[in-house]
């Protein structure tokens, strides 16, 4: 794992630190600026979450329930059916499939702000 030195001192420095972080996939650097940043917005808890795919299980699962959670809460329009493929997205990026699969968790977020009217 390589090395993430990141002082958030400045404002707007924390999402500076957390996009390094994710950069060089570091889980420690994403989540200390994530801290400090409160609460992040739903694509880069995304972004955060593929990052995720990579540790254990179990911190994995968590944070895919509490991501999907978020999403459907957000995202009232969304179908029974794309909450299925939600569903299955966030089961394909620990299964190997993360590229594939956050792209199209993106299409579903992009459609709530659509359906919002963001």
Not at 17 to 22: I, N, P
Not at 61 to 69: E, I, V
């Given at each position: 794992m390589r090395s993430l030195t990141c002082r958030m001192t400045a404002q707007g420095r924390p999402y500076a630190?957390?996009?390094?972080?994710?950069e060089v996939r570091s889980v420690f650097g994403a989540e200390t600026a994530a801290r400090e940043m409160g609460r992040l917005r739903l694509n880069?808890?995304?972004d955060?979450?593929?990052l995720l795919a990579s540790e254990p299980p179990e911190r994995f699962?968590?944070?895919?329930?509490?991501?999907?959670?978020r999403l459907l809460a957000e995202s009232p329009a969304l179908t029974l059916d794309e909450a299925a493929v939600a569903l299955g997205c966030l089961r394909g990026l620990s299964a190997g499939y993360g590229e594939q699969s956050r792209e199209v968790l993106r299409a579903l977020v992009k459609r709530r702000h659509?359906?919002?009217g963001q």
């Open positions: 630190c957390f996009k390094r972080a994710l880069d808890a995304l955060y979450l593929v699962n968590r944070a895919a329930r509490k991501w999907l959670a659509e359906a919002r």
